[in-house]
């Protein structure tokens, strides 16, 4: 199985700060990346696909990047929404995997 | 916009057989285009993906379950079901159903169901 590191596994930041999550896979995948953000006592939520297209109806202040091993997860201004546990998968090969999970809190 | 809902019991003894079906409205499972999945999340951890079945009954288990899973679907009630064989502690969790187009531009999960193994 292909393995995705997170990093970090936690941060704190303040109401429009920008943030940045990196997930790393063990091994190529291409542009085969997802991110979601999950809250608590709910559901993942996708938000972006193939690396750093946006699903729709995900605002704009969301970004992603990357290809091969390297990715990136961007929040531009940071909002009291966004407080939340964020997680890449990888669906380049099965099984799909996911990575760890950053939590982002609230400074 | 496809909506999905799991059901099924949320306990289940250690060595009996989980269940879960998951009913899709929005959508038809039979018009194809899309990956129907079980993911499961253990309480407090990460997410695990289980499996997917296709419209046309084709499969992928996740090699770490193989042995004990079986998804299937039931295109007339517009539903795919999990099953998940002798079961310990180790399977409690979250258990969540979703569905990926097979371009990954349309993702949509159920809310998730807590299923505890326990006598």
């Known amino acids: 199985d292909i393995q995705m590191t997170q990093s970090p596994s936690s941060l704190s930041a303040s109401v429009g700060d920008r943030v940045t999550i990196t997930c790393r896979a063990s091994?190529?995948?291409?542009?085969?990346l997802a991110w979601f953000q999950q809250k608590p006592g709910k559901a993942p939520k996708s938000l972006i696909y193939?690396?750093?297209s946006l699903q729709s109806g995900v605002p704009s202040k969301f970004s992603g990047s990357g290809s091969g091993t390297d990715f990136t997860l961007t929040i531009s201004s940071l909002q009291p929404e966004d407080f939340a546990t964020y997680y890449c998968q990888q669906y380049n090969s099965y099984p799909p995997t996911f990575g760890g999970g950053t939590k982002v809190e609230i400074k | 916009q496809v909506q999905l809902q799991e059901s099924g019991p949320g306990l289940v003894k250690p060595s009996q057989t989980l269940s879960l079906t998951c009913t899709v409205s929005?959508?038809?499972?039979?018009?194809?285009?899309?990956?129907w999945s079980w993911i499961r999340q253990h309480p407090g951890k990460g997410l695990e993906w289980i499996g997917y079945i296709y419209y046309s009954g084709s499969t992928y288990y996740n090699p770490s379950l193989k042995s004990r899973v079986t998804i299937s679907v039931d295109t007339s009630k517009n539903q795919f079901s999990l099953k998940l064989s002798s079961v310990t502690a180790a399977d409690t969790a979250v258990y969540y159903c979703a569905s990926r187009s097979e371009l990954g531009n349309s993702d949509y999960w159920g809310q998730g169901t807590l299923v505890t193994v326990s006598s």
């Open positions: 929005g959508g038809s499972i039979s018009s194809g285009g899309y990956y």
């Open positions: 193939a690396a750093s």
């Open positions: 091994q190529g995948i291409s542009n085969y």
